[in-house]
Nanobody, 124 residues
Framework: QVQLVESGGGLVQAGGSLRLSCAASGRTFSNYVMGWFRQAPGKEREFVAASRWSGGSTRYADSVKGRFTISRDNAKNTVALQMNSLKPDDTAVYYC?????????????????WGQGTQVTVSS
């Protein structure tokens, strides 16, 4: 059974940092694209960052470029999202997703598995 479990969310002041982690289990993800998405109250789920589990290129939403970094730890089977210079607009529930597609997709419906999400709140 595939499981994605996010952790690392919390409350932080604007300008601060958080590191989210997504622990993956239940299958081999070496051919998967791993993505981070977020959803604020009353808004649709939006793309944040994506990377192939096997490495190589990454993709970021314009709103987080230069502030967020996606990375993976193959030994621990985790994908991380380092978030720096956080802004109140970054407040949302953050979700980890896994896609069998070969492209670094930004559309949530193209992802096959999801975690339960972790809350990130940035105070001004």
């Amino acid at each position: 059974q595939v499981q994605l479990v996010e952790s690392g969310g919390g409350l932080v002041q604007a300008g601060g940092s958080l590191r989210l982690s997504c622990a993956a289990s239940g299958r081999t993800f070496s051919n998967y694209v791993m993505g981070w998405f977020r959803q604020a109250p009353g808004k649709e789920r939006e793309f944040v960052a994506a990377s192939r589990w096997s490495g190589g290129s990454t993709r970021y939403a314009d709103s987080v470029k230069g502030r967020f970094t996606i990375s993976r730890d193959n030994a621990k089977n985790t994908v991380a999202l380092q978030m720096n210079s956080l802004k109140p607009d970054d407040t949302a529930v953050y979700y980890c997703g896994a896609s069998r597609d070969a492209l670094l997709l930004v559309t949530p419906s193209r992802y096959d598995y999801w975690g339960q999400g972790t809350q990130v709140t940035v105070s001004s």
